[in-house]
């Protein structure tokens, strides 16, 4: 199974900005959907941006605008630019592969957004 590990979470202040990176064990383009998710204490986890295995990026309504998801192919990594941050980002970022229906999860980073 692949492996997802997490970086680039920290404490930024309101309208900062984060870069999130996940690296992948093996190549995930053209293999797996990948996406970035997070989640808030006592709750499920919801999508932040999604990257399909061709390469498409897709955004919810409330994160679009302020999320950008790449690939970068020489490291394999998973990133998430993610920009203008509220208090009420402050949440666990969790890198997600799935493959025929099952999902890989990393260990998550945390943001917290705070002043």
């Known amino acids: 199974q692949v492996q997802l590990e997490e970086s680039g979470g920290g404490l930024v202040q309101p309208g900062g900005s984060l870069r999130l990176s996940c690296v992948a064990s093996?190549?995930?383009?053209?293999?797996?959907?990948m996406a970035w998710y997070r989640q808030f204490p006592g709750e499920v986890r919801e999508p932040v941006a999604l990257?399909?295995?061709?390469?498409?990026?897709r955004y919810p309504d409330s994160m679009r605008g302020r999320v950008t998801i790449s690939r970068d192919a020489d490291k394999n990594t998973l990133d998430l630019q993610m920009n203008n941050l509220e208090p009420g980002d402050t949440a666990r970022y969790y890198c997600?592969?799935?493959?025929?229906?099952?999902?890989?999860w990393g260990q998550g980073t945390q943001v917290t957004v705070s002043s």
């Open positions: 997600n592969a799935n493959r025929n229906g099952r999902d890989y």
């Open positions: 093996e190549s995930f383009f053209g293999v797996y959907d």
């Open positions: 990257f399909s295995m061709s390469g498409r990026a």
